[in-house]
């Protein structure tokens, strides 16, 4: 029964969403997209992290009136840590480095991993467009960020990072965030040629997530913190309709 009741919304959505061209008139149009970003750390965020990169994805619907409603996954990523050098100092010879259950120096890697998942509402304003499903877009979002050091030890040797021991180092971090998007949408007939581009803002009031940290033996300092990112978000549309064929006339 689900089956055919999926296999009627699909016929429903390809009738629905395929009767007109985006250059005839303002569509109603649900679209998937992929998108990547680079972003500038600030805030308490800068104290920990370099310049970061995130990849995701979600879904939108634009209606008529040009309003869009959404939701969307970020998973963020970097590979630069600030003071890293004082991070798992407990742990460390006086030489810096942290020795293996082989007796060997640990071969060790610090990066920035988190995810942002949020709620998305905005409005395109078809201005510097070449149909009326394309122009300017302003999105705000509210939702969940998080982020914390991974620590990765090459063929987990050292068995001082792995478990539990590895979490009292990650610095995880939570908690709520808006963003804002100002930027450019471009849809077209084709499913391939739909795109936008933007500048991105993101706030988040966060806590750490962890108890105690092993290497100071204390909580963060920080216990209310404000992260934020700013940067610039590229994203490719798939949107939900048919290609019409070109219009034929007869005399």
């Keep these: 029964m689900k089956y055919y009741l999926l296999l009627l919304f699909s016929l429903w959505v390809i009738s629905t969403f395929g009767q007109n061209s985006v250059s005839d008139t303002s569509l109603s149009i649900p679209m998937f997209y992929a998108s990547y970003a680079v972003q500038l750390p600030g805030g308490d965020m800068a104290d920990r992290y370099g310049v970061n990169s995130t990849v ?58 988190g995810f942002y998942v ?7 304003f078809p201005v510097l467009s070449p149909n009326p499903n394309s122009g300017i877009v302003l999105m705000g979002s509210a939702g969940y960020l998080q982020h914390k050091i991974r620590i990765e ?46 500048f991105e803002f993101n706030q988040a009031w966060t806590s750490p997530m962890r108890e105690v940290n092993f290497d ?28 019409l064929p070109d219009k034929e006339y007869y005399f």
Excluded: C
């Design 216 to 243: 100071t033996r204390l909580p963060d300092e920080k216990q209310n913190r404000f992260d934020s990112f700013v940067g610039f978000r590229l994203g490719w549309i798939v949107p939900i309709f048919q290609r």
């Design 153 to 198: 030890v090459l063929n987990n040797t050292a068995p001082q990072l792995q478990g539990d021991y590895k979490r009292g180092y990650d610095r995880l971090t939570g908690g709520f965030g808006i963003s804002e998007f100002v930027g450019y949408m471009y849809l077209s007939d084709s499913r391939l040629l739909n795109f936008f581009g933007g």
């Design 56 to 113: 995701g994805g979600g879904f939108m619907w634009k209606i008529p009136t040009h309003w869009i409603l959404g939701a969307d996954f970020s998973y963020i990523f970097g590979n630069k840590i600030n003071n890293s050098d004082e991070l798992l100092s407990n742990l460390k010879t006086e030489n810096g480095n942290i020795i293996d259950m082989g007796g060997n120096f640990a071969d060790y890697s610090l990066y920035e991993r």
């Design 118 to 124: 949020s709620g998305r509402f905005g409005k395109m």
